[in-house]
């Protein structure tokens, strides 16, 4: 299981326990989809999972930070991350 923390405007904040239901909600939303993207993700060194951390100055300002045993792990979740995002929007600048 990856393990995705929030830390938004500095607090560490756990979706569950949550009383904003919109804030439950949306982070509930990300953790899901960021679990649903990276379940096979393994470090081919090290076989250990990342760690995925959210965080923001708000809900809705939010950007994720990949942390791992080492550099090779974490390049592997960008590209599982970022791949099919430039699949979609590819560059053709000469
Ligand atoms: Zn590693």
């Known amino acids: ?15 569950d326990s ?3 239901v919109l804030g439950k909600s949306v982070l509930r939303t990300i953790r899901t989809s960021m ?8 470090c081919p060194d090290h076989g250990s999972a990342p760690t995925i951390v959210v965080r923001g100055p708000r809900l809705g300002d939010l950007s994720w930070e990949v ?19 430039e699949i ?7």
């Open 35 to 42: 679990r649903r993207r990276l379940h096979s993700v393994r």
């Open 88 to 94: 979609e929007h590819p560059t053709t600048v000469p």
């Open 67 to 85: 942390t791992g045993c080492c550099q090779k792990l974490i390049e592997v979740v960008q590209r599982q991350l970022m791949g099919p995002q």
């Open 18 to 20: 949550l009383g904003h």
């Open 1 to 15: 299981m990856i393990d995705v923390l929030f830390e938004i405007n500095g607090w560490r904040v756990n979706p």
